[in-house]
């Protein structure tokens, strides 16, 4: 290992060591996710006022834009962890990187579902090809594709190893296909299309939407350190600190 | 070299097996005036189009086959262990594949696109459109299929991780073709096309190879 | 159901878009959340029940050698 990595760094990679960590932290970051969800819910749903153009309608933003940057922020988190665990071949960053793709692809379904409510009335359609919605399946169909190949190998690490790299090829895909379709899109004078209704967003419609976009990476963490947990004992089954903890859940 | 010839005979002994994505073109093309109606101006329009991605839904069927049978009696592994760079011995199975697969279907792509009623001067647009796509679409199937290499039944799955792939390179095939058939400069898309076509025969065997490496060390 | 509960609800005639949409963030997050626990009990049920396994078959092999000495 590189001399440059901090020793607790070093210690927090060991298996047994970042489950008792993640399981320390986890109950914060899901307190802190659901706190700070009902304050931004109800600032979204209850304080904001409705748009002059939109009606209410456009209250779908406080969900839909918060997902859409998760979907893109934990794919930059499942690049790392998958660059690192190529690399280095270190157990824990393998896990992160696969634990964090159900995850990214829930968000990004959400985000694709809620962003077609929403363009069903502003648009009156339901789908449309443009760059950012076309890129934007396309990376569901990448998270897909990496739960798929990572759980098509008997060997879990071989498994999580192997869809690391394409976890790696899709990172570079994704600008690439946001870049080709957005050239196609102007070859056909496509719809310009705006993805937020009001052109300034007013201070009581902002601060609901960054709140929730605080919840949501506390989610992430929350569910992402479960996750991981979950993972890390079915990759350690034969190991004693696993037998213990299954003993001990026992007894509780 | 040798890996060519050797790929390059092995598939001429199992030449049935090439006809097989050429007849599943022309099955795939002669269905669509029967299924959109004979109208000529309908035809006219798709005819470049589904000339595109018929060829590459042939080219998908038989991608899974690339490296199968080299996997299944051991070969691809002893490859791994020569002395030779893996990834110009992989680049030069891709390219055997290609030439086995592609090629066959880019001489019948005036026929099926005559059977569309593409306009002629379009046609010279289109065969230059495939001859840089298909070899696009083997190399980043090729390291693709080398990533599913230790996996039993990889159709689906191929298919499903090659989609997001495809995308850029039918986006601008299909951006020449409508301009050529517009008569509009088509050159832009194509030098793009071309361009990816040059990155990828350097970076691709280069992939291919990490990824073998990847999916088969035990 | 008083009236501004009631014109809350309807979100302004856009109650379709707007409550399938609020629906489908919290059950996705929901089975996000709750299918790893589900996962996680059932591992560490398998893996007693294999460590139970474990024991028995130490517990036969130890009695049969102390009765053949």
């Keep these: 290992m590189a001399n440059w990595i901090p020793l607790w760094l070093h210690k927090l990679s060991s298996p047994p060591v970042f489950y008792r960590f993640a399981g320390r932290w986890r109950p914060w970051a899901i307190a802190l996710a659901l706190v700070l969800g009902i304050v931004a819910l109800y600032g979204g749903l209850v304080l904001a006022p409705p748009d002059y153009q939109q009606g209410d309608d456009y209250r779908i933003i406080f969900i839909h834009v918060p997902c859409a940057w998760m979907s893109l922020f934990v794919y930059a988190i499942m690049g790392v962890a998958s660059f690192i665990a190529l690399v280095w071949r270190i157990k824990l960053a393998e896990v992160v990187a696969m634990a964090s793709a159900p995850i990214g692809a829930s968000f990004t379904f959400i985000t694709l579902v809620t962003g077609s409510l929403w363009g069903a009335r502003m648009w009156g359609t339901w789908w449309t090809w443009d760059a950012r919605l076309t890129s934007e399946l396309v990376l569901l169909f990448l998270?897909?594709?990496?739960?798929?190949?990572?759980?098509?190998?008997?060997d879990r690490r071989q498994g999580a190893r192997t869809a690391a790299f394409l976890a790696l090829i899709g990172i570079v895909n994704v600008p690439i296909v946001e870049f080709s379709v957005n050239w196609w899109n102007t070859l056909h004078q496509g719809s310009t299309i705006r993805l937020l209704g009001p052109s300034s967003i007013a201070p009581s419609m902002i601060w609901p939407l960054l709140t929730m976009t605080v919840a949501t990476k506390s989610y992430y963490i929350a569910s992402l350190f479960g996750r991981t947990r979950t993972d890390l004992l079915a990759l350690e089954s034969g190991k004693d600190w696993v037998r213990q903890i299954a003993e001990n859940e026992a007894r509780a | 070299?040798?890996?060519?010839?050797?790929?390059?005979?092995?598939?001429?002994?199992?030449?049935?097996?090439?006809?097989?994505p050429v007849l599943y073109a022309?099955?795939?093309?002669?269905?669509?005036?029967?299924?959109?109606?004979?109208?000529?101006?309908?035809?006219?329009?798709?005819?470049?189009?589904v000339v595109l991605v018929t060829v590459l839904l042939a080219m998908l069927l038989?991608?899974?086959?690339?490296?199968?049978?080299?996997?299944?009696?051991g070969s691809l592994e002893q490859l791994m262990l020569a002395p030779q760079p893996l990834a110009l011995m992989l680049g030069m199975k891709i390219l055997a594949h290609w030439l086995a697969t592609a090629v066959p279907l880019i001489v019948i792509a005036p026929l099926l696109a005559g059977m569309l009623h593409l306009p002629t001067p379009v046609m010279p647009v289109l065969l230059l459109a495939l001859l840089l796509a298909t070899p696009l679409l083997s190399l980043l199937g090729g390291v693709l299929?080398?990533?599913t290499a230790g996996t039993r039944r990889s159709g689906m799955l191929l298919a499903l991780m090659l989609l997001p792939l495809?995308?850029?390179?039918?986006?601008?095939?299909?951006?020449?073709?409508?301009?050529?058939?517009?008569?509009?400069?088509?050159?832009?898309?194509?030098a793009w096309?071309?361009?990816?076509?040059?990155l990828?025969?350097?970076?691709?065997?280069?992939?291919c190879a990490t990824a073998l490496r990847i999916a088969l060390d035990s | 159901m008083s009236p501004s509960l009631q014109s809350f609800f309807a979100m302004g005639g856009y109650a379709a878009y707007v409550w399938p949409a609020y629906g489908v963030f919290f059950v996705v997050l929901l089975v996000d959340w709750l299918a790893p626990q589900y996962r996680r009990r059932r591992l560490l049920r398998e893996l007693r029940g294999r460590m139970a396994r474990q024991e028995a078959r130490k517990e036969r092999n130890h009695r049969h050698s102390a009765a053949s000495t």
């Excluded at chain 2, 038989?62 to 009696?73: H, L, N, T």
Aim: aromatic share 8%; proline share 5%.
């Design chain 2, 1 to 20: 070299m040798a890996v060519l010839r050797r790929d390059l005979t092995l598939a001429w002994r199992q030449r049935g097996d090439m006809a097989l």
């Design chain 2, 166 to 190: 495809c995308v850029p390179v039918v986006i601008f095939a299909a951006g020449a073709l409508a301009a050529a058939q517009e008569g509009l400069p088509w050159i832009a898309p194509i």
């Design chain 2, 200 to 207: 990828a025969v350097v970076l691709a065997p280069l992939a």
């Design chain 2, 193 to 198: 096309l071309g361009a990816a076509l040059v």
């Design chain 2, 62 to 73: 038989a991608m899974d086959a690339m490296f199968r049978s080299d996997i299944e009696d």
């Design chain 1, 143 to 154: 998270y897909l594709g990496v739960i798929a190949l990572c759980h098509s190998f008997e």
């Design chain 2, 145 to 147: 299929v080398a990533l």
């Design chain 2, 26 to 49: 022309l099955i795939v093309t002669s269905l669509f005036p029967f299924a959109l109606g004979p109208e000529d101006a309908l035809l006219r329009r798709i005819a470049g189009g």
